[in-house]
T-cell receptor, first 111, second 114 residues
Framework: DAKTTQPTSMDCAEGRAANLPCNHS???????VYWYRQIHSQGPQYIIH???NNETNEMASLIITEDRKSSTLILPHATLRDTAVYYC????????????FGQGTTLQVKP | GAGVSQSPSNKVTEKGKDVELRCDPI?????LYWYRQSLGQGLEFLIY????????KSGLPSDRFSAERTGGSVSTLTIQRTQQEDSAVYLC????????????FGPGTRLTVL
């Protein structure tokens, strides 16, 4: 599976949009982009995934560039409860679920 | 519905003792995974079970670690002769058959080896 690169940390003001970038320049055609987050002292939580089209659900939006080499997770109105480590993972649809978690981005939402 | 549950939530043991960690996956999920997370580190894959297939044990760090999944449901991770470097949070996840990458995690078991 392709590797991903994310900034180590980011800050965001409460109520503003949080935009978390991820680079995956070696992604291959059958690989999806997945986002998880881990709030302190909890297990990771699935957020969203996509292949090439932009996706939106009740938690977030995922914007994938046309060349699929990078993506951005958007939390439209960040709250203090969104403070967490956010992981961007690339995995193929045929993957057996052996997810490879990197170091992720620590998002700090500030009042 | 009920999520993934793990027990115990905390376990303190002495070096050299054996421990068993339990995971109850979401009902109907065909795949089950074990990960561990050492202090300040990312998640490390250990083992997964998928239906009736042989488990993928490629992430187990040593032969002191083993896991089983009985009846396609509950799983137990066993660590024999624990060492201090085994101290970590052990996380279990399960996923439905239609997307193994969409995993639902339990709260974890914090293991401390003295």
């Amino acid at each position: 599976d392709a590797k991903t690169t994310q900034p180590t940390s980011m800050d965001c003001a409460e109520g503003r949009a949080a935009n978390l970038p991820c680079n995956h320049s070696t992604i291959s055609g059958n690989e999806y982009v997945y986002w998880y987050r881990q709030i302190h002292s909890q297990g990771p939580q699935y957020i969203i995934h996509g292949l090439k089209n932009n996706e939106t659900n009740e938690m977030a939006s995922l914007i994938i560039t046309e060349d699929r080499k990078s993506s951005t997770l958007i939390l439209p109105h960040a709250t203090l409860r969104d403070t967490a480590v956010y992981y961007c993972i690339v995995s193929s649809s045929g993957n057996t679920g052996k997810l490879i978690f990197g170091q992720g981005t620590t998002l700090q939402v500030k009042p | 519905g009920a999520g993934v549950s793990q027990s115990p939530s905390n376990k303190v043991t002495e070096k050299g003792k054996d421990v068993e960690l339990r995971c109850d996956p979401i009902s109907g999920h065909t795949a089950l995974y074990w990960y561990r997370q050492s202090l300040g580190q990312g998640l490390e894959f250990l083992i997964y079970f998928q239906g009736n297939s042989a488990p993928d044990k490629s992430g187990l760090p040593s032969d002191r670690f083993s896991a089983e999944r009985t009846g396609g449901s509950v799983s137990t991770l066993t660590i024999q002769r624990t060492q201090q470097e085994d101290s970590a949070v052990y996380l279990c996840a399960s996923s439905p058959h239609y997307n193994y990458n969409e995993q639902f995690f339990g709260p974890g078991t914090r293991l401390t080896v003295l």
